[in-house]
């Protein structure tokens, strides 16, 4: 009896995937000008748009610029940005939520936000409209929650490859009726790099499945349901310096044990057959812990 | 100057698949926030009693008074579900910290962290389940859904708290920024007559509001990554 239930389809193997640079800077360093006034111009243009102060704080992977109603991250090691308003992000309110934009309207307000702000989001696509809900319960009394605020999310894709992680997507949020509240914009731009072979769906499987993190499981009680494979691309925090969106499997999981019954996950396996080795002196990657499975 | 303590399990014995990353997650939280670090509990000696009021549930052998209550932020990176913080030893309680054994801020605490799976769920009970464990304590920070064994966001929660953020809106920071948006954080708090916990700041960074030790009104945020 094998302790893993393996996907109902395993995708083709596609031999070979496009890399693609996250970054043109070799470092992030006071001394690197191309990437000094590179970030100058990022800080120009995007202290202008959201019509904030030019000087803000370095915090830790980032200057943060603010006035008395909003706040604007802008990251060093990615070409990311975070607006937010004070007031109406994730604020606990119990207003209407119906003069929020509806599931089909919030992409249509997003869109035109993209054009004003000019956020290049040309590898995005709509992934989910979903709402922030808050509630609030008086002494015993029954709970009463409500809307308050809907998102659009966006998702990125490279060559038709989903990019996976937290370091690549787009959040517009509109609360407060139809009032722009927040723009999350994570993302690096790509450029192509040369063909790189990969490893096939079978060979990620088999490494999954040699994962420490499951040499404890006991076959007699636990099971790991293997529900999909998909190759594409991942992308780190948006804080973190990224040379190369890495090639990986993504491997979508339930492991059920008597005592946890269901744990959903999901595990990146490196798609391309590089040993740590080689994967430093390619300098695909700028953080290590993300060479191998992640 | 805060205190803090945190408890992290990567290794489950069978009870469920190991993880990770959860001692740098919570280690990285504890070595990066402005405090005082009271304890460093890992693995085997992390124990869901350290979170649970003496005396209750069964068995009651709560140990919070010690731990998780004797500082002013807990953190717990591990397993979780609906159930509450799942450990990865059962053999001196069950192994799991569940809300109904919690009783937090009657002792110390004002700010408990479980960053883990599912713990705040919305299932239509999250304030049943989770109601009576605020004693005193300001909030719990968790998640709705699923979450990544993320190595990172307990340093970036702490950068955040650091840098000025308000408590709510460092957690949402630091999920944002470590998770997709599939997942979904939340968070619940307490208030009670003339404190206002919605603009709690770490200790030394602002505002802090007073304990609600006998709360009047709880607020819960659920919102996606």
């Not at chain 1, 509630?135 to 009463?144: D, L, R, Y």
């Not at chain 2, 303590?5 to 290794?11: I, Q, T």
């Not at chain 2, 002013?72 to 030893?89: K, L, R, V």
């Not at chain 2, 110390?108 to 713990?119: K, L, Q, R, T």
């Amino acid at each position: 009896m094998s302790l893993f239930n393996l996907p109902p389809q395993i995708p083709a193997h596609v031999p070979a995937i496009q890399a693609f640079r996250a970054t043109t800077f070799k470092t992030l360093a006071h001394r690197d000008e191309p990437f000094q006034r590179a970030l100058a111009a990022r800080i120009e243009r995007s202290t202008k748009l959201f019509g904030l102060p030019k000087e803000g704080s370095h915090e830790n992977g980032r200057t943060v610029f603010r006035d008395a109603a909003s706040r604007l991250h802008v990251y060093y090691g990615s070409d990311s940005l975070w607006w937010a308003h004070d007031k109406l992000t994730n604020f606990e309110t119990q207003a209407d939520a119906a003069g929020l934009p509806g599931e089909k309207d919030a992409p249509l307000h997003a869109a035109r936000e993209f054009d004003r702000l000019s956020l290049d989001a040309a590898a995005a696509t709509l992934a989910s409209v979903n709402y922030a809900e808050f509630a609030v319960q008086k002494g015993n009394e029954k709970p009463q929650s409500f809307r308050t605020a809907v998102h659009a999310n966006y998702r990125f894709e490279l060559d038709k490859l989903p990019v996976f992680g937290p370091g690549a997507k787009i959040k517009v949020t509109f609360a407060g009726g139809a009032q722009l509240a927040q723009v999350i914009y994570f993302w690096r731009k790509p450029s192509s790099g040369e063909s790189m072979k990969t490893i096939s769906p079978e060979e990620a499987l088999n490494q999954f499945q040699r994962d420490p993190a499951f040499f404890r499981l006991n076959e007699s009680e636990a099971v790991i349901d293997i529900h999909s494979i998909r190759l594409g691309y991942f992308a780190l925090p948006p804080a973190e310096f990224q040379r190369y969106y890495i090639p990986v499997y993504a491997i979508d999981a339930t492991t059920k044990t008597r005592e946890l019954p269901r744990y959903d996950f999901r595990r990146y396996v490196c798609a391309v057959p590089l040993s740590n080795d080689q994967v430093k002196r390619m300098d695909v990657v700028a953080n290590p812990t993300a060479c191998r499975m992640f | 100057m805060g205190t803090i303590g945190v408890e992290w399990a990567n290794k489950f014995h069978g009870r469920a698949q190991d993880l990770k990353n959860n001692d740098d997650n919570a280690q990285g939280f504890a070595n990066t926030l402005q405090g005082i670090k009271r304890f460093d509990w890992g693995d085997d000696v992390a124990w869901d009693q350290d979170f649970e009021q003496s005396g209750t549930g069964s068995p009651s052998s709560g140990t919070d008074q010690l731990w998780a209550d004797s500082v002013d932020i807990a953190f717990y990176s591990g397993h979780g579900n609906i159930d509450g913080g799942f450990f990865g030893i059962a053999n001196l309680d069950d192994g799991i910290a569940r809300p109904s054994n919690i009783r937090l801020g009657d002792q110390n605490c004002e700010w408990v962290v479980f960053d883990a799976c599912e713990v705040l769920k919305d299932d239509g009970n999250v304030f049943g389940r989770c109601r009576q464990m605020f004693t005193g304590l300001h909030y719990v920070l968790g998640f709705h859904t699923t979450c990544g064994d993320s190595g990172d966001r307990g340093r970036i929660f702490a950068e955040r708290l650091n840098a000025g953020d308000r408590v709510r809106d460092a957690w949402i920071h630091a999920c944002t920024e470590t998770e997709g948006s599939d997942t979904w954080l939340a968070y619940m708090r307490a208030d009670a007559a003339g404190t206002d916990t919605f603009n709690d700041h770490w200790w030394g960074k602002g505002f802090t509001s007073t304990d609600p030790s006998n709360p009047t009104i709880r607020f819960y945020l659920k919102t996606s990554c």
